[in-house]
């Protein structure tokens, strides 16, 4: 009986690799069709600019990204690949747009550090820790600009005051089910403290070494600060008639809000909060609402399709 043997190159199953390279690029499409129209009012504020300023948001953009390179590797004490782990994160805001806030950098993070050798349990305590380190700068460098700067929000305009009651009792529901959970789960309760006592032992490893020390925290510092002198570019190169410190104010505080708010990016959520908090710094809404647009576009939908294409690279190459 004679056998048949297919040659190797033909098509058959497709490998799931293959699949996950094409996937980013699918939901770029899917996020930019659904978001036609913020591109086009974006791309049309973006005309009527001042270049030099829209370059230096483009920079301060850019610099984001070595930011959290250097916060990542201040957060482990094993080196991580210098090269690899900058492509990392750029692919990382990529997947961060198109996966609920946080999600989609962690999780590249994650893969990345474990291809990269550092056991599961210690990255995901670095991971933590990046997240500690990165939210700990943000609300510090946001309390210390509202200090020195009392004036540069009317803070009750951020949240109406009908809205502190429920705001109040979902936070406290949300720890109080944390709280019941952990006390009345075993299993949960173990998996826990097995993760709190890495984590210790994590942080106590890497604040030995002054070197990550100041990588974790100074990256995790600049991250924020670039981000604020992004939008404080664009509102220089669209004229909006609020002081710098006050966009960056308004920048900080409106990221803090939205935080809890689980949309791909903060798409919506954050360019909704923008616009209040510059308009609370006295920025006329409609010069307010074309910062905004502008600030997105070149932080968010300028870099997501080139950020898709690195996230299918690196993938391809099995770097993450």
Known sequence: MTVLRLPQGLPGRVPVRQVLCLLPLVLVTVVA????????????????????????????????????????????????????????????????????????????????MTVCGVPLARSSAALALYLLAESVTRVGLLLVLLAAFPDALHLGGLVPASATGPLLLAAAGVVGVTVAVLLLVRRVRTAAWSFLRTALCEARSVHTRP???????????????????????????????????????????????????????????????????LVAAGGPVAVATAVVLAYRIITVWLPLLPGALTLGALVRLRVI
């Open 211 to 277: 070197a990550r020390a100041l990588a974790l925290w100074g990256g995790s510092l600049a991250f924020p600060a670039l981000q604020a002198a992004g939008l404080a570019a664009v509102g220089r190169a669209l004229s909006l008639p609020v002081a710098p410190v006050h966009m960056a104010v308004a920048y900080l505080a409106a990221t803090v809000a939205v935080a809890v708010v689980p949309t791909p990016g903060g798409i919506g959520s954050v360019e909704a909060a923008l616009v209040v908090a």
């Open 33 to 112: 069709v659904r978001h036609r129209s913020v591109l086009a009012e974006g791309l049309g504020h973006l005309r009527a600019a001042e270049w030099p300023w829209l370059v230096a948001a483009a920079g301060a953009t850019c610099l984001t990204w070595v930011a959290a390179a250097l916060t990542r590797q201040g957060a482990v004490v094993q080196r991580l690949p210098l090269r690899r782990l900058l492509a990392t994160q750029f692919a990382a805001g990529a997947a961060n747009h198109l996966l609920p806030t946080g999600l989609g950098a962690g999780a590249v993070n994650l893969r990345f």
